[in-house]
């Protein structure tokens, strides 16, 4: 399935102070809108991000990257289809809607949404009410509520693609969310648990509340990784998934790519959870020249299902030749492409051991990687 993410940060959203729109306010150090995005990264194969025509700066500052601009309408349904007609020919199946201003949304949450839509047209987070509730004049209680069957809502919400653009083009407008939109023309909503900490920032103390949540959730864990194979028969190496023409190949039960072999392990010792063999034993026959883009993939998947996302990893390949100059920009794409994330959150670099060890004499070649994954 291919998916996408909007999100819906053209609003004005003043009513939370400071002077500026509420996404572009800092918040634990960066704004809004960067922890909402980065919220998605890794997650979805694109990323709409609608921006009011008067975010100029914005505009400039995101063009060019990885997300795909779309303009602001005059409400907030007029923002929502433009942000899926900016995704009309890229054969999106699935479709996340997100306001902007809910930037401590949990990877749980949207991977709980994500799951739903392989069983329901649409999906959203709902949290059960519990308080009692009353209604008031604004001074004095009027009476009570019945809070049997009510739920809070909350995004990312969940379509097919297609099932939301027609229920949009059919809607005849002030709708107070998506899921209205989709009930109209006759979609099944299913409901996901949501989350407490998935707060909108609406006024101007819900900044304090979300640093305070950003904060606490702030998990942060370092892994290291190394490996060495040696030179035997062969004309090509494979380092960090890309083919290098070479006077000899690398000898190992898999293909023997030193490279991301150690960056697997580095994703494994983040974790806590052992390293290569202990997940794809050698004794195995079945990995017998195995491509090391099955390992790497376990151990993001599995980081994953841990609730971390991976913020960087850095890889260091030890050798004398190959040179590794000239490949490392494709070894870098490759890797992003494998692990799901931007090229400049990987790093592929060599250097040698000045002619002294194993490397030093050619006889194999050495990585030493490090990953930096963070608790989303």
């Known amino acids: 399935m291919t998916t996408a993410a909007i999100i819906v940060a ?37 990323i709409v991000l609608v921006l009011s025509a008067d975010d100029g700066p914005a505009w400039a500052e995101f063009e060019n990257t990885d997300l795909i601009l779309a303009s602001g309408g005059n409400d907030r349904a007029g923002s929502v289809r433009n942000g899926l007609a900016a995704l009309a020919e890229l054969a999106v199946d699935h479709v996340l809607i997100h306001d902007v201003a809910r930037p401590c949304v949990g990877l749980p949450t949207i991977q709980r949404v994500l799951a739903a839509l392989n069983a329901h047209p649409a999906a959203a987070p709902g949290l059960a009410v519990t308080d009692a509730l009353w209604t008031g004049d604004g001074v004095i209680v009027t009476g009570t509520q019945d809070r049997s069957g009510l739920f809070a809502a909350q995004t990312p919400q969940g379509f097919h693609y297609d099932a939301i653009v027609a229920a949009h083009a059919a809607h005849p407008g002030g709708a107070a969310d998506d899921v209205e939109v989709a009930r109209a023309a006759g979609l099944d909503v299913a409901i996901v648990p949501g989350d407490a900490d998935n707060i909108k920032i609406t006024r101007p103390e819900d900044f304090a509340r979300a640093e305070r949540i950003l904060g606490t959730d702030m998990d942060v864990r370092l892994g290291n990784g190394y490996d060495v194979h040696r030179f035997g028969d062969g004309d090509h190496v494979i380092l960090c998934g890309v083919k290098v023409p070479h006077g000899r190949g690398l000898q190992g039960h898999s293909d023997a790519d030193v490279g991301m072999h150690a960056v697997t392990d580095a994703i494994y010792g983040a974790l806590a959870q052992g390293d290569i063999g202990q997940h794809f034993p050698p004794s195995d026959p079945q990995w017998k020249g195995a491509a090391s883009e099955i390992f790497l993939h376990h151990a993001v998947d599995l980081a994953g299902k841990m609730g971390y996302v991976i913020s960087n990893v850095d890889c260091t390949l030890v050798c004398e030749y190959p040179k590794i100059g000239p490949h490392a920009p494709a070894m870098r794409d490759e890797m992003a492409r494998i692990m799901g994330l931007r090229a400049d959150q990987v790093s592929v670099k060599a250097t040698t051991s000045e002619r002294l060890g194993f490397t030093g004499r050619s006889e194999g070649i050495a990585s030493l990687a490090t990953a930096c994954l963070v608790k989303s």
Do not use: E, H, N, S
């Not at 996404?23 to 704004?31: I, K, V």
């Open 10 to 46: 053209a609003g004005r959203g003043l009513r939370a102070g400071g002077g500026i729109p509420k996404q572009w306010r800092p918040l634990a150090g960066r704004r809004v809108a960067d922890w909402t995005i980065d919220r998605f990264r890794g997650q979805v194969d694109y």
